[in-house]
């Protein structure tokens, strides 16, 4: 029996079990014996590996985090790239699921010709060249609830508050979080900040006796930014904290310094949204499609709402920016709060 191996890498989100469960079923129905390899990358190059049966993983697909486990290890850095493909020397295929940098690694082992299907996961939602990835819709359900919980004591006690979230380079989250909630600003990557624009929009809620609610993106770009660490093998920063500093800088333009709340990785965890489930479901299922088909190389893409496939090599090297037009639909909104 033909054997497929799958691994996920990168930030877990709640949807990727879902994944794990469609693929290995599927896989199955098309004949292959299915291998995960635990830890991501890591696990790939040290040969740790679990048998994954349908009958033992039947309905981890609501369970939050990764039943394999993942890792930030690059394998290309590391010059591990020949090991993994002796690892997989008599595999028929792999199934990746991860964001970015987890893909560009897909990317490269495909270049060998062996059959290796992305799946885009990744709570930032910025992989290029699909609709959605999986666990985005989760985290930003994580994100209104989270808000929820912070408004009354946000109005008790008259205080404005930044709350900040995740997406790295991206706005994704802060965009929709803030029009999910009951946010009245976002600060985005995407955009300039304007400390002065920000000033004039908390002086004018306060002129409705409105506290402040603002989502900030971690990634959002201030003039006076420290420079942040190097933090993982991929070369990605930690860009968590910036809300600290924007505190700071209110607080010297003559404005009450706010609260500040960092969401940091609650934004990971729960029970994934039926929506991200189901995604997920679909997606893992196109995988092994593709699998069967020995179409790799490719990554599985969502586009209006229908699955498709596009070239790894398409995908690497880009992000998948929050359009001008969704912006402005979110300020639109916030607007009129």
Partial sequence: ??????????????????????????????????????NGWDGLVHNQSIPLKSEEIA??????GTYLGTSRFNPIRQGK??????????????????????????????????PVVGIPQTIDNDVWGTERCLGFETAVTRIVEAIAELVSTNVSHQKDMLVEVMGRDSGWLAVYGAML???????????????????????????????????????VDLPNRKPAEIQ???????FAGVSFQ???????????KPRTVVLSYLQRGGKPAVSDELLALRMGRKAAELIHRSQGGVMVALKQNQLTSIPLADVIGR???????????????????
């Fill in 1 to 38: 029996m033909p054997k497929v191996g799958l691994l996920t890498g990168g930030g877990d989100s709640s949807a990727i079990n879902a994944a794990i469960e469609a693929a290995t079923i599927a896989l199955e129905q098309y004949g292959f014996q299915v291998t995960g390899f635990k």
């Fill in 59 to 64: 309905n981890i697909r609501q369970l939050p």
């Fill in 81 to 114: 790239i020949e090991e993994i493909l002796n690892n997989l020397s008599d595999f028929a295929g792999l199934v990746v699921i991860g964001g970015d940098d987890t893909l560009s690694v897909a990317a490269e082992l495909a270049k060998s010709g062996l």
């Fill in 181 to 219: 909630s009951g946010a009245h600003e976002f600060l985005i990557p995407e955009e300039p900040f304007s400390l002065e624009n920000l000033k004039e929009r908390i002086e004018q809620l306060r002129t409705k006796n409105q506290p402040a609610m603002i989502i900030v993106a971690e990634g």
């Fill in 232 to 238: 993982d093998s991929f070369g990605n920063q930690a």
């Fill in 246 to 256: 924007l505190a700071e800088e209110l607080a010297e333009a003559g404005l009450s």
């Fill in 319 to 337: 992000r998948q920016r929050v359009p001008q037009e969704i912006i402005d639909f979110a300020r639109g909104l916030l607007v009129m709060r």
